[in-house]
Nanobody, 124 residues
Framework: QAQLVESGGGLVQAGGSLRLSCAAS????????MGWFRQAPGKEREFVAR????????YYAESVKGRFGISRDNAKNTVYLQMNSLKPEDTAVYFC?????????????????WGQGTQVTVSS
């Protein structure tokens, strides 16, 4: 089973940018759709963005649309989340996840493999 490792989190001021990376092990990376979720303290984990296996289709939560961009490099088995115009409410642990489903899914139960998460803190 594939393993996922996130990196790139940190502390940034409001209005700043960060790029998260998620490196996957295994030979079938391109067959998985990839998603990013986040979980703020005391809140449930929520969907952020999703990209198809080929990278041709993306889908975003309304709260991040126009500010965040998801992309992937299948040659490097890596998916990225570019986060711009960050707000304090974006503060959370960010998780990447892999899904075998070939259609847009936003629920945690539809993702099969999860990373350990990386902390993003946005100061005001």
């Amino acid at each position: 089973q594939a393993q996922l490792v996130e990196s790139g989190g940190g502390l940034v001021q409001a209005g700043g940018s960060l790029r998260l990376s998620c490196a996957a092990s295994g030979r079938t990376f391109s067959s998985y759709a990839m998603g990013w979720f986040r979980q703020a303290p005391g809140k449930e984990r929520e969907f952020v963005a999703r990209i198809s296996g080929s990278g041709s289709n993306t889908y975003y939560a309304e709260s991040v649309k126009g500010r965040f961009g998801i992309s992937r490099d299948n040659a490097k088995n890596t998916v990225y989340l570019q986060m711009n115009s960050l707000k304090p409410e974006d503060t959370a642990v960010y998780f990447c996840a892999a899904s075998r489903r070939g259609y847009v899914v936003v629920k945690m139960v539809d993702y099969d493999v999860w990373g350990q998460g990386t902390q993003v803190t946005v100061s005001s």
